[in-house]
């Protein structure tokens, strides 16, 4: 099994951020929290939401339709 940075990597997933896009291999240079910045928390945050958004609701109907590659992220 691959880990998931060898999987984000190898599919080339780009992030967006308020400061524009960055490629997965620049995760490494970010600061874990910045107020000014760019950070990996902000970035998780983000997507963490946009994961949420992704999914429906059912009350009867187990259903997974949360985007893989926002799973990946």
């Known amino acids: 099994m691959t880990g998931l940075f060898e999987r984000a990597s190898k599919q080339k997933l780009r ?3 308020a400061k524009g ?3 997965t291999e620049d995760l490494w ?3 874990l929290q910045s107020k000014k910045n760019i950070s990996l928390d902000l970035i998780a945050i983000s997507l963490s939401k946009a994961v ?3 999914s429906e609701e059912s ?3 187990v259903k997974n ?3 893989k590659e926002l799973e990946l992220k």
């Open 65 to 67: 339709t949360i985007n």
């Open 15 to 17: 992030f967006n951020t």
């Open 52 to 54: 949420k958004e992704s």
């Open 59 to 61: 009350f009867v109907e």
């Open 21 to 23: 896009t960055i490629d």
């Open 29 to 31: 240079d970010l600061p």
